[in-house]
């Protein structure tokens, strides 16, 4: 290949923006050709040192923090909205089935368990300290 062909590649074979046959040729022309060498050498600290002028300063970078956050903040109501829309795993349906039905089935019982049980009377006290129960209504 010749060096006028591989200088207007430089930047591109740096870039790693070369098809795979042109970056062949590039390398094999860059091990042979010093003249060639040093100009991708130079044209790559130039890429370098330009990269690092060009960053914004902390500054800069703060402030454009700020603004995509107050524009892409989400509101408290846009949460909950958010939050309904989400698809829900087939898992969960079936958790939350199988809690109603059990709700359904045993709160009855458990609500006609309460009723019947009778009431201790108030200030009745309950010896804990004796091994045997003295009548078994009171435990």
């Known amino acids: 290949m010749e060096c ?3 200088r207007i ?4 074979y740096h870039l790693g923006a070369t098809e795979d046959e042109t970056r062949a040729t590039i390398d094999a022309h860059l091990l042979e050709c010093g003249e060639c060498l040093r100009a991708y050498l130079a044209v790559k600290r130039h890429v370098e040192e330009r990269g690092a002028e060009d960053r914004p300063s902390e500054a800069a970078r703060l402030r454009l923090r700020a603004a995509v956050e107050s524009r ?6 846009g949460v909950v909205v958010e939050w309904f829309r989400r698809p829900v ?15 359904a089935v045993f709160g009855p019982m458990l609500a006609a368990d309460a009723q019947r049980s009778e009431p201790t009377a ?11 129960p003295r009548a078994l209504g009171i435990y």
């Open 122 to 132: 108030i200030g009745e006290r309950i010896d804990t300290s004796s091994p045997t």
């Open 4 to 6: 006028s062909l591989v």
């Open 9 to 12: 590649d430089l930047a591109a």
């Open 89 to 103: 795993p087939l898992y969960q349906s079936i958790a939350f089935a199988a809690v109603v039905l059990a709700a």
């Open 72 to 77: 892409f903040r989400r509101s408290g109501t």
